[in-house]
């Protein structure tokens, strides 16, 4: 799927039915029972179920699990305390060790995982049930630190990582838990207190999670059986997975397990869509590596949508081609059969393909779903793409050569053992064996989210032309678009509305989210027509970034595709009443919709929940810097500041206040601490160049040439410069300034005429007669200054 395979625009009504795939209604079905009432007539699939990952995903902590893991012979020290873990008559408990000499038990009550770790829950209280900081690495029997194992690599200039403490709320059960790891979880908080009397039917991921609830199923078949007959296909009363479900749903109902994202709702049901339900992340998140390998853990969904055989043949590959419903693989015995029939030839040739002999024993799966490893769980890539050495010396990721040949200490995420001479070694191999343009598809995809992540917007005509590639999959454009958050130039907007018209719901979603900040027309008519789009998503997202707009004139149907999509987007903002983000949005929304005084109590609660994020603290500053309360605005920020005392954004902000307070030495140093986070903050930079340049300071003039640089296209950052240049007697650097400026090819028109007025004073008519004529041929000048340009280069001719 690609931008140039759009899908021409259709009113809100062709949309509404289009694509339609509704829920099972499971109102006959009766209640859920649980796996046990499965038994009598399906013993072989209970078996096959009971023993598998997914009926294992959670289990009780019992003598019979406490037999099989290896006894611990001496503590862990994790930070300054110490815990083990000791077995006894009801299971297991956790013992922990403080510094003053005290000690506390906890009761070690579930193991979930167990593929190839275990972590377990301890019960604390307000009934949360916490990750112990203990973990159990199945594959050597060996316990460790399981906060530590969780700190990823992100290399080089990438943000740094640490371990959490084992108590932190992202790390409770109750709170983060999406139903992935039991069946019909009913959480059950109680806002009042922060308490939770969370009940599930039965640990694991039971039958009736995929086939609906089997009451009704269960009376039937008795029912038939006491009449001495066999139940009826066509009154099962249960959900059917391949025969109710079409491939798309059947995909859908494996997804919310799988994926790494943000829930929008709380019932999803098996037969609807994902993107009806969820969002999902992409490489905009440095979990990925810039080429989209796994860095982080992902959850596999993100790579499916990359997958060019899900991708380019629609309809021929799903989940359960390769998976059995209890998460299976089908083809352990001969993993090249899972590549069939599609590429027969290939296997049937597998050597041949590979350039590996048979005694290696290598299989498709080996070079094309190579496996690492995050905290010690092992998953393989499924976006399916060929080994691509190349981009393990371009960016660090991990490939499949290497993976095999030298490189054993990158299975389980060191990636650091990556040796330049290896990767140089198998990228010749690989060029050798399949040309010298083997990975570059990977290569321009990399260093296309690499730019966006770097901030390179003077490649801008290169990302925006690589939205047009037919190799930018969905994956790609959504991380694209959502990198173009951060990029401050005017002419992204016309590709991104492009994008509303995508085939894929996930690029309109994203698409749509991405044009809150463009007020144009055309961008509200796009957004109006996406909040009746048949994907939830979709409309929830184009409502998000139609809130504040004036829809006065638009038609009555659009105006209730908007109510619709509105009530939707509230109900995104309210259902995880027990997390600190929640409470957090509800805060911008009520800010976006001019309600200070629900959004500062909305940022309240979400710092109530979680004391140690700086992000509701910044914006709660904001609301109260524009109801003129700048005390209150910067206590709040001083407040962040002991938290992340370098963060720019918060230091900028403390600087503004500092300046409104006349404290102009502490401004001036919030203003450098904002610069060396982040040297590309333009306002930062001009900011401390005025407080600077008002003394007549060198460095002040050195952070009003880089702000003016940074962001050519602000007029005021280039005449800011340009006037303390002249207050001091340095009027002959203006010309080299700006002749600087313009050659970023995004000079505001001003600066283009100021220079030209110039040379035409100093009757350098020809020089200010090109000036005119770059301007006049600058695509990103509005067309009114071309215009102006063109009529002063003729007036000088």
Not at 223 to 228: D, L, T
Request: proline share 4%; with cysteine.
């Amino acid at each position: 799927m690609n931008a140039k395979n759009v899908l021409p625009l259709l009113s809100a009504a062709a949309w509404a039915t289009a694509l339609a795939a509704s829920a099972m209604d499971f109102t006959e079905q009766g209640e859920y029972l649980g796996s046990s009432d499965c038994i009598s007539c399906h013993e072989r699939f209970y078996e096959l179920w009971s023993t598998s990952h997914h009926g294992k995903a959670m289990e009780a902590f019992s003598v019979s699990l406490a037999k099989s893991l290896t006894p611990m012979t001496e503590p862990i020290m994790i930070g300054q305390e110490k815990f083990i873990v000791e077995f006894d008559e009801h299971g297991g408990i956790l013992k922990g060790f403080y510094q003053d000499g005290t000690e506390k038990v906890w009761r070690l009550r579930h193991s979930f995982g167990g593929r190839n770790v275990r972590y377990f829950l301890i019960p604390m209280d307000k009934g949360k049930l916490q990750v112990a900081p203990l973990a159990y690495y199945v594959h050597q029997g060996r316990w460790y630190d399981a906060t530590a194992s969780m700190v990823r690599d992100f290399q080089d200039d990438g943000p740094a990582d640490e371990a959490v403490h084992w108590t932190d709320r992202s790390l409770t059960f109750n709170t983060s838990c999406h139903d992935c790891h039991v069946s019909q979880l009913e959480k059950n908080y109680n806002p009042a207190d922060d308490s939770y009397t969370t009940t599930w039917k039965e640990p694991g991921i039971n039958c009736e999670t995929c086939h609906g609830p089997a009451e009704a199923h269960v009376r039937e078949a008795k029912a038939a059986e006491a009449r001495g007959e066999e139940l009826k296909s066509d009154n099962l009363k249960l959900l059917r997975f391949h025969e109710d479900l079409d491939m798309a749903q059947r995909d859908a109902t494996c997804g919310p397990c799988h994926a790494k994202g943000q829930v929008l709702t709380r019932d999803f049901t098996p037969g609807e869509l994902f993107f009806d339900h969820y969002d999902l992340t992409s490489y905009e998140d440095r979990d990925f590596w810039p080429d989209g390998r796994d860095l982080g853990e992902n959850y596999t969904q993100t790579g499916w949508m990359a997958n060019q055989c899900n991708l380019k043949s629609p309809g021929t590959l799903e989940c359960i081609h390769c998976h059995t419903s209890s998460g299976r693989f089908r083809f352990k015995d001969n993993p090249n059969q899972a590549c069939l029939p599609c590429h027969e030839k290939r296997v049937e040739n597998i050597h041949l393909h590979s350039r590996h002999a048979a005694e290696t024993g290598v299989t498709c799966v080996d070079c094309h779903m190579p496996t690492t490893a995050q905290a010690y769980m092992s998953r393989s890539d499924h976006t399916f793409r060929p080994p691509s050495p190349a981009a393990t010396l371009e960016f660090g990721s991990p490939n499949a050569c290497n993976l095999c040949h030298h490189d054993k200490d990158a299975m389980w995420g060191d990636y650091k053992g990556h040796k330049k001479e290896d990767a140089k070694w198998a990228d010749q191999h690989v060029k050798e064996w399949f040309g010298e343009d083997s990975g570059a598809t990977l290569l321009e995809q990399g260093r296309i989210i690499q730019a966006c992540r770097n901030y390179e917007w003077d490649k801008l005509p290169e990302i925006l032309a690589y939205l047009e590639n037919p190799n930018c999959d969905p994956a790609n454009s959504v991380a694209i678009l959502r990198l173009l958050n951060n990029c401050p130039r005017p002419e992204k907007w016309a590709a991104i509305r492009k994008l509303t018209g995508h085939e894929h719901e996930w690029v309109r979603a994203t698409a749509a989210a991405s044009l809150q900040y463009d007020m144009a027309p055309e961008t509200t008519k796009a957004l109006l027509l996406l909040a009746a789009d048949r994907y939830r998503t979709v409309r929830i997202r184009a409502a998000g970034s139609l809130l504040t707009r004036n829809l006065a004139g638009y038609t009555d149907e659009e105006h209730a595709a908007y109510d619709q999509a509105h009530e939707e987007y509230w109900n995104s903002l309210i259902i995880w009443p027990d997390r600190w983000s929640t409470h957090y949005n509800q805060g911008i929304y009520y800010d976006r919709i001019g309600e200070p005084d629900k959004s500062l109590a909305a940022y309240e609660k979400s710092m109530e929940l979680r004391n140690d994020v700086i992000q509701p603290m910044i914006n709660a500053a904001m609301v109260h810097a524009r109801a003129g309360n700048s005390t209150n605005a910067y206590e709040m920020l001083r407040r962040a500041l002991t938290i992340e005392p370098n963060d720019p954004m918060v230091n900028f902000n403390v600087a503004l206040l500092e300046a409104e307070f006349n404290r102009l030495d502490q401004a001036a140093t919030h203003l450098r601490t904002a610069l060396k986070a982040d040297p590309q903050m333009a306002q930062a930079a001009y900011n401390l160049g005025v407080l600077l340049c008002r003394d007549n300071q060198a460095e002040g003039f050195k952070w009003l040439e880089s702000a003016a640089t940074l962001v050519p296209e602000n007029w005021n950052y280039t005449s800011s410069y340009l006037f303390f240049l002249q207050q001091a007697n340095r009027s002959a650097e203006a010309e080299p300034f700006l002749l600087a400026v313009i050659a970023t090819g995004r000079a505001d028109a001003q600066t283009y005429f100021t220079l030209a007025g110039s040379y035409e004073q100093e009757g350098r008519l020809s020089e200010a007669q090109e000036i005119y004529r770059k301007a006049k041929l600058a695509k990103h000048l509005p067309m009114d200054a071309k215009r102006y340009a063109s009529q002063m280069e003729q007036r000088l001719r």
